[in-house]
C-alpha cells in the first residue's frame, strides 16, 4: 500500500519565477496539508485541502496557493518565488474531518525545493 | 499565539545511553501533544500522544507525560539504540483544528 507520494523530489528555481509541487494522498485518504519546512525549523503549516476546497490556511502570503482534484492529489502552487521560499515541502495526508488531535496524518518524503 | 520550543540540537550519543529531549509549549488552553520522528529521506511519523494532563504516551521504549503545571512533554528513552537516530519534532494541536504546530526539531545521532 503507497504512502503518500510527492513529486519531483527536488526543484531548482530563480527569484520571481513559478513552481508547483504535487502530492498524491495515501490510499483511503482524502485530505491534503501542504506544510513548508525551512532548514533547520519544523514545518509550518500552509494550508489543508478538502472536497477541493481550502478548508484552512496557515499564516501564508497569497502567493501561495493550492488545488485538489476529484481524485483527492494535490498541487501547491508558489508564484514569484523569493529566496526565503527555498525549503522542503511537505504533503500529508487524513481521512475525512480528522483533526490533528486524531492523530490520523501521513506524510510523504517532501520536495526539497531550491530559489537561485 | 500558540508554540513549541524544544531543546536545541544536535545531540550526540553512545548506544545504550539514557536520551532526553526537553519540550515547552505556549497555547492558549489545553492542547494535545505530540512527537513525530523523521529517519533520513523519510516523511515524519508519529511517535506517541497525549491529549490531557497527566497522560504519558509511550511507543518503541520512547516516553513522554504530558505537564501542565510546567507546560511540558519531555522525551526519553532508557536505553538508545543507532536506529533511533534521526530528528525529533514536537508538536501539539487543538480539539478543533487541522492543524500541527512543531518545535524545531532536535536532531539525535546514536553512536555504535
Known amino acids: 500500500d503507497a504512502g503518500v507520494t510527492q513529486s519531483p523530489t527536488h526543484l531548482i528555481k530563480t527569484r520571481g519565477q513559478q513552481v508547483t509541487l504535487r502530492c498524491s494522498p495515501k490510499?483511503?485518504?482524502?485530505?491534503v496539508s501542504w506544510y513548508q519546512q525551512a532548514l533547520g525549523q519544523g514545518p509550518q503549516f500552509i494550508f489543508q485541502y478538502y472536497e477541493e476546497e481550502e478548508r484552512q490556511r496557515g499564516n501564508f502570503p497569497d502567493r501561495f496557493s493550492g488545488h485538489q482534484f476529484p481524485n483527492y492529489s494535490s498541487e501547491l502552487n508558489v508564484n514569484a518565488l523569493l529566496l526565503g521560499d527555498s525549503a522542503l515541502y511537505l504533503c500529508?495526508?487524513?481521512?475525512?474531518?480528522?483533526?490533528?488531535?486524531?492523530?490520523?496524518?501521513?506524510f510523504g518524503s517532501g520536495t526539497r525545493l531550491t530559489v537561485v | 499565539g500558540n508554540s513549541v520550543t524544544q531543546m536545541e540540537g544536535p545531540v550526540t550519543l553512545s548506544e545504550e545511553a539514557f536520551l532526553t529531549i526537553n519540550c515547552t509549549y505556549t497555547a492558549t488552553g489545553y492542547p494535545s501533544l505530540f512527537w513525530y520522528v523523521q529517519y533520513p529521506g523519510e516523511g515524519l511519523q508519529l511517535l506517541l500522544k497525549?491529549?490531557?494532563?497527566?497522560d504519558k504516551g509511550s511507543n518503541k521504549g520512547f516516553e513522554a507525560t504530558y505537564r501542565k503545571e510546567t507546560t511540558s512533554f519531555h522525551l526519553e528513552k532508557g536505553s538508545v539504540q543507532v536506529s533511533d537516530s534521526a530528528v525529533y519534532f514536537c508538536a501539539l494541536s487543538f480539539s478543533n483544528d487541522y492543524k500541527l504546530s512543531f518545535g524545531a526539531g532536535t536532531t539525535v545521532t546514536v553512536r555504535a
Open positions: 490510499s483511503g485518504h482524502d485530505t
Open positions: 500529508a495526508s487524513s481521512w475525512t474531518g480528522t483533526v490533528a488531535i486524531n492523530y490520523g496524518y501521513t
Open positions: 497525549a491529549t490531557k494532563a497527566d
